[in-house]
């Protein structure tokens, strides 16, 4: 299987640990959306797509990048995200971004997310949130989702 992962990381670092453990399991390319390269992309048997959480959305890169795409065709795609703040359970962070793939012909296979070091203004005061994340439990988490990605297994 050829997997590709197109990552935004900007503050801590956190997303791009998430990305690099899934990207072992897939035997996966990380790069950030300047990177990508569209042929690549397009013969990709799956294409990853993450970043971090910034106002409950994902990064405006990722999507600028994802909205630039042309269309996909059926092929196979994921989507993750890491966050300071849980997710709402009606609307996840990853929701809008599931959606826009599926506009552009991406079969969108499953979303992963984790809690994550949040350092934002109110947090940054003392010192942070989540301060131990992701931890090695959340990096568990996310190469046994990646395993089932792998594996052709059943979706969260």
Not at 55 to 74: C, E, I, M, N
Request: proline residues 7%; hydrophobic residues 45%.
């Amino acid at each position: 299987m050829k997997a590709v992962i197109v990552c935004v990381s900007v503050s801590h670092g956190n997303t791009r640990r998430v990305a690099d453990t899934m990207a072992q399991v897939l035997g996966a390319k990380v790069v950030a959306p300047e990177e990508a390269d569209a042929g690549e992309l397009a013969e990709a048997d799956l294409v990853g797509f993450g970043s971090g959480v910034f106002y409950s959305r994902l990064h405006p890169r990722l999507t600028g990048f994802v909205k630039a795409l042309p269309g996909a065709q059926g092929a196979g795609a994921f989507v993750f995200a890491t966050s300071g703040l849980p997710e709402v359970p009606l609307a996840p962070f990853t929701r809008p971004l599931v959606r826009l793939l599926g506009d552009k012909g991406f079969e969108v296979n499953g979303s992963f997310s984790c809690r994550a070091l949040d350092t934002w203004t109110p947090f940054k005061l003392v010192g942070g949130i989540n301060k131990q994340r992701p931890s090695a439990g959340d990096l568990s988490a996310a190469r046994a989702f990646a395993e089932r990605l792998r594996d052709g297994g059943p979706r969260p």
